[in-house]
């Protein structure tokens, strides 16, 4: 049943998608993707993530590194939980946070993407985290700031959510260690509308993953994801078997309209995580959700909150990850030979 | 002007295959002789084309003017000025124009402009479907008579297959030729890239190859039942090209055509979000851009067009989805099939009757051929230049092309229409 897996190999693959969220001493400006990023960086973000983890566990828990910094919670899709989380880190960091839900004003408005940034940018604020239901508009937004701005992305379309696969691989690193060559990886669920299934695919492959699995059916499969280097499952228990890590995905209700699955009660029939399949993965394994959790649609409740399950973790660690990425991005050196003017 | 002579040329002609340096002697619109100077023939007007190529003026079966309802993308007057410095003598324009042209008096406000431009001649398609809302006939018969050369229903859908079975057998019915673009609404709808690994990678919602292969199968059981001549126009997959290529080898007179874009272009080049290759049909993998290329060279398709789309530069400026399909493409239809000619994919008469002698022949108009007694209507171009394209001296108003910066190698000179010299250069 299961494909042969393939690393992406592909040079014409992706070229200069990342080039972008590099500076010229190959340090990161933008955080857009995980793909194209080398895997220095990525334990770089895992260390320094690990760092600010003492930090979120002290009394006073904040840190001046970001003292004077403006950044911009900039939202054209309802969140709670990144939102929030990004907001909790920029204030540990002593940044000052401005939340502008789009959703509800500019965009309605008739105003242009473009212009709405512009007008943003002349309030002078040195990065924006945006999310957007358009993939690829973090690349565009990033493409279009002043140069002295800075973008994160926490989410766009079904393309990427970097920080989401960085707290992933963090909350990964602290169970079972800092080689992942071992680990037999398992994401579960609706691959085809996830941007965090994506952005985890790259991040595990990146980080030398002995072996990445996903497993849905075949109505939530994007064509061709083998070439991003995972081998398929249509069969739950056959997928998880022996896994050291699964990754359940949210599969929204919406599914069921555009004929993608007949019901919720059928899809929990065969790719719901109970504790009886979950036999099948290794003893030690850890179950991971990006959140928020459907129980009984794609997860049983004794397994959310059961032994094996770190998915309030990955919420904890979400902060200190996100800390990383923001002061790494906004505290780097200045460019030498820098031209960049306002 | 009405005596035109065009000296010492490189005539190339595809419909003999044959190429010598000789003279073009024009009168009141036609070649009145080649070769051999009439008798009392005096020019008016000589254009020395040592050095140069003379082809039949290039005919492009898909060009989109944007007049009416678009005009802050583009107008008849802007477009045809572009197309004449291309090249292009004759063009198309399908009709999703706003008001679409399902009525006389849209057909001939378009040609009324194109008229006054006096530039490239401008032919319409009637719509198929009233408002090409795929439920009642459009006056067909009215239509052909106010001069639209064939009818389509553009890339919008006619989802009852009834309804389309009757337009066909009453196109049929009415003489006149069906220009399709392939494309199965519910599979194409949302989508905005090849549904491949480029797609699945950028998390962009894909439009499979069979969007196009159960249109065309579709069409190519009505066309078989009711008789309707027809052409499949902007085709973009291995499989669709095979569906064509059966249909031919069975026998059904059918024709079609591809952008130029899709000989060069492939899912690849959309790798960073590049809104400038965001088009419909999406461009596909490199297997099916090879396929295209395979079935120019082997005749199944029969004809290259520009499938030319102009549009303001915020259209462009946006997340991927959310920006406007399309390429203005009027000035890279010759380059770039000249490029085929470099590639060694075609030889250069094989190329010149893919954009001139067998687009005519689809159309069903007197053009594309260079011979005594018929129109004047002439390409002139130098073989030999090299240029780099670069979008501020385009003449299109539309500026949203991916081949920015890419290095050609031959460039329109003259362009003569109807016996008169409207381009120089």
Redesign the interface.
Known sequence: MANKSTRPTDP??????WN?QLDSNGRLKHFLTI?GLGSEILTSILDTAESFANVNEQRVKKVPLLRGKTIVNLFFEASTRTRTTFELAAKRLSADILNINISTSATTKGE???DTLQNLQAMLCDMFIVR?S????A??IAG?VAPHVSVINAG?????HPTQAMLDMFTIRRNKGRDFGGLRVAIVGDLLHS?VA?SQIHALNILNTGDVRVIAPKTLL????E??GVSIYNDLEAGIKDADVIIMLRLQKERMQGAFLPSEHEYYSQYGLTEDRLRAARDDAIVMHPGPINRGVEIESRVADGEHSVILDQVTYGISVRMAVMSMVLGREPEHNATETD | MNRLLVSNGLILDPVTQSVKTSNIYIADGNIIAIDHEPDGFEAELSIDATGLVISPGLVDLCARLREPGLEFKADIHSEVTAAASAGITTLCCPPDTDPVIDEPAVVELIHRKAANAANTRVLTLGALTRGLEGQLLSEMAILKAAGCVGVSNSRRPVSNTLILRRAYSYAANCGITLFIEPDEHWLSKGGCAHDGKVATRLGLQGIPVSAETVAISRALELILETGARAHFGRLSSAHGVELIRRAKERGMAITADVSAHQLFLSEMDINSFNSMCHVLPPLRSQRDMEALREAVKDGVIDAICSDHQPHEPDAKQAPFASTQAGISSLETLLPLTLRLVHEQVVPTYTALSLLSTQPAAILGIDAGVLATNRPADICIYDPEQDWQLDTSTMLSRGKNTPFEGWNFQGKVRHTIIDGRLVYTT
């Open positions: 014409l693959i992706g070229n200069d998608s972008i793909e242009s993407l473009l957007h358009d993939s690829g508009a690349h565009f279009n766009d379309g079904r393309h990427a941007r994506r994007p064509t061709n994801i070439d991003m």
